[in-house]
């Protein structure tokens, strides 16, 4: 796809209403192309201004007080991680003093030249092969999922960490017997799953959350694993549920289903 | 709409939010909280719902605000944005588990307005109206079903029984319309 032909995207893109491949392609030339960013963030800015159009409601006046409490009880945004964290988790390796000289330069020589290597190997990709551009986008989406990912992550770790979760764990049934998974939930009703050793699933399916309430399973959301067999996914426990604690996983066609038609995966104790 | 005069940016508030100042939040809620509830209610179809995704809303920005960059966009923009894309997520959920209130899915779309609004709001709702009153209906239609509903155009060819590519053209042919009533006005508007 040439330059021209993403912008005619910017404007369906801002709506969220592109199909799903041609929302990836975009995503990952915006990733590369600031001019293209640039425009994109106008596309949005009017897109915005939609929200004009729904009218005007009042919420109950209790509510920005339940906002107020649930955020002095978790943590704000610069003490919840983010991109300067990341250099307060590095570890850093004891110096050998005796040879920190002689190594430091070799290493700095070494990675002058790794890096000179690294630099024309790729304007030499770039220039001659069209083809390592679509390599370059396709690792750019595994870079935003990775950062999503982490992103989940995080709140996953906000949501265990809450004063006053509960957690629940659930168990592999025959057809995943390695299986096992624990959901943490606060009392708002915010819930994370983390699921391990899960198997691949099929083309067209994905798992899905259940929520076992009086006997009856409600949906959630869905979740992929990944190639490790890794998943997890945050939903909202619905209020009917919320003094239920049991859940169960199953495997369901991709866009989810009201009633479980798959058999199940995972399931808590009852 | 705006509960108090804006005497301090919204930009400046989002500092104040990721420095975990409580009261900075609550400015901004008071600042945004009427048109950010209508935009989930005329979504979701319940209060119930809204006042949930709001208070997801409001969380995110107080765990988020760090990360906001006053670069790519306004603070307004970005609080849309951001409930806008819970409440589709919401919805699809509901859909899932069954209880999406038939109203949402509405073809015809009515106002859900039972706030007192001010003259900032009364002035950019009527703005914005207009103009969408000026696009064709048939794009008018594509546009509101891609925003209000969270579809992408092959669900929205699917829903109203037309071709795929009409619903292309037609919405393309909406938003360039739209931005170009509006664009110019951007600026002004929020």
């Not at chain 2, 906001?68 to 997520?89: H, K, M, N, P, Q």
């Not at chain 2, 899932?96 to 009364?122: H, K, N």
């Not at chain 2, 950019?124 to 969270?150: D, H, K, M, N, W």
Request: proline content about 4%; hydrophobic content about 40%; glycine content about 6%.
């Amino acid at each position: 796809m040439v330059h021209q032909e993403y912008k005619e995207l910017f404007s369906v893109h801002a709506l969220t209403a592109l199909q799903p491949g041609d929302a990836r392609m975009l995503t990952a030339h915006l990733e590369q192309c600031s001019e293209c960013r640039s425009a994109m963030d106008q596309w949005e800015e009017t897109v915005g201004l939609l929200a004009f159009d729904a009218g005007a409601a009042e919420p109950s006046h209790h509510l920005r007080e339940r906002i107020l409490q649930t955020a002095r009880n978790s943590p704000a945004s610069s003490q919840g991680g983010g991109q300067t964290a990341d250099a307060t988790n590095v570890i850093p390796m004891p110096v050998q003093r005796s040879h920190s000289f002689s190594m430091q330069s070799w290493a700095a020589i070494a990675a002058v030249f790794a890096f000179g290597a690294f630099v024309i190997s790729l304007l030499v990709l770039w220039s001659q092969h069209n083809a390592s551009k679509q390599e370059l986008a396709l690792l750019s989406i595994q870079v935003k999922d990775a950062q999503q990912q982490l992103a989940r992550q995080r709140e996953a770790i906000e949501i265990v960490t809450t004063p006053g979760t509960q957690s629940v764990e659930l168990e592999g049934t025959e057809v995943a017997p390695e299986a096992h998974a624990t959901v943490a939930y606060d009392r708002s009703g915010r819930a994370v799953l983390l699921a391990n050793n899960l198997p691949p699933t099929p083309e067209g399916k994905a798992y899905q959350l259940w929520f076992v309430v009086s006997g009856q399973l409600t949906p959630g959301k869905l979740f992929l694993p990944d190639t490790s067999g890794h998943g997890s996914v945050e939903d909202q426990i619905p209020a009917a549920a919320r003094g239920s604690t049991g859940f169960a996983i199953t495997l369901e066609p991709e866009g989810g289903v009201a009633a479980p038609t798959g058999p199940i995966y995972l399931r808590s104790d009852p | 709409m705006r509960a108090e005069p804006a005497q301090t940016s919204d930009n400046e508030l989002l500092k104040a939010i990721a420095r975990s100042d409580e009261t900075a939040l609550g400015s901004l809620y008071d600042r945004y909280r009427v048109i950010l509830f209508g935009l989930l209610v005329r979504i979701l179809n319940s209060r119930e719902e809204a006042e949930d995704v709001l208070q997801e809303v409001f969380i995110q920005v107080w765990r988020r605000a760090a990360h906001f960059d006053e670069s790519r966009g306004r603070a307004f923009t970005w609080l849309v944005t951001v409930a806008r894309s819970r409440a589709i997520d919401r919805l699809r959920v509901l859909a899932a588990r069954g209880r999406l209130a038939d109203a949402a899915r509405r073809d015809e779309w009515e106002s859900v307005s039972d706030a007192d609004t001010d003259a900032f709001y009364a002035e950019r709702s009527e703005i914005v109206r207009r103009a969408l009153q000026e696009i064709p209906e048939e794009q008018r239609l594509t546009l509101r079903l891609a925003y209000f509903e969270g579809l992408t155009q092959s669900e929205i060819a699917t829903k109203l029984g037309t071709p795929l590519g009409t619903v292309k053209t037609r919405m393309r042919a909406g938003m360039l319309k739209l931005r170009e009533l509006l664009g110019h006005q951007v600026r002004n508007l929020i």
